[in-house]
């Protein structure tokens, strides 16, 4: 497989197997997801990787938190204008389609929420803070190339990833659970483990938008787009 096929193939699943990952294993992941690149090389990923009777509490503690209080994120969940909320529903109508959960069917939608705070039962997730930083902009991109790295790592070696945005919406009970300072804030969540192949939710094809959409050329004579 090519390099471009290899970064093409990745996926995110939306169901695990609960087959644990050798520790000498997830140790080179995080290697792999530390080498990447960072403003100034300050490397500004603070993470906590939970497993174990650990993932199961803090899970109950966010399906508690969530059926009581609702959702409490660190940062805006606006999408803005345009296209960049029709994605994200062209994706959700996917999502519910396979799960087989109709539009106005709320406490089914509700239901699969609470599947993502059991994060799809897999064995690991990686909690990304970022510490006090500025607007912490420069951080939270840093935050993408080490995500990106440990997602690509986690294929290579045969394993499967998940961005979890909707673990920080609940970023308060995970920073009381985990005793991470309030000043750091929760970016996402890394949900990890073996896709469970033989799941309708292990690949959901959400597709991308051809590139003249998102990338403007200039200067570059005879790129088609």
Do not use: C
């Amino acid at each position: 497989m090519s390099t471009s096929d290899f970064i093409r193939h990745r996926h995110s699943p939306r169901a695990f197997l609960p087959d644990p990952i050798p520790n000498d294993v997830l140790k080179n992941i995080l290697l792999d997801a530390q080498s990447a690149p960072s403003n100034s090389n300050t490397q500004p990923w603070h993470v906590h990787v939970v497993s174990g009777q650990r993932l199961r509490d803090l899970s109950a503690a966010l399906i508690e938190e969530f059926d009581t209080n609702g959702l409490n994120p660190d940062f805006t969940t606006d999408y803005g204008q345009g296209v960049h909320p029709r994605r994200s529903q062209e994706l959700a109508a996917k999502v519910y389609g396979l799960k087989g959960i109709a539009r106005e069917d709320k406490e089914g939608r509700t239901e699969f929420l609470r599947e993502n705070l059991r994060f799809f039962g897999a064995p690991y997730s990686a909690m990304l803070f970022i510490p006090p930083m500025g607007d912490r902009i420069r951080a939270a991109f840093d935050q993408g190339t080490y995500a990106e790295n440990f997602l690509l790592s986690l294929e290579a070696h045969g394993y499967h990833g998940i961005p979890q945005g909707m673990i920080s919406l609940l970023a308060p009970t995970v920073r009381e659970f985990l005793g991470v300072d309030e000043d750091y804030k929760l970016v996402t969540a890394l949900t990890f483990g073996r896709g469970d192949e033989s799941s309708p939710m292990f690949r959901t094809e959400p597709g991308r938008v051809p590139l003249s959409e998102t990338v403007t050329a200039h200067g570059i004579e005879g790129l088609e787009l």
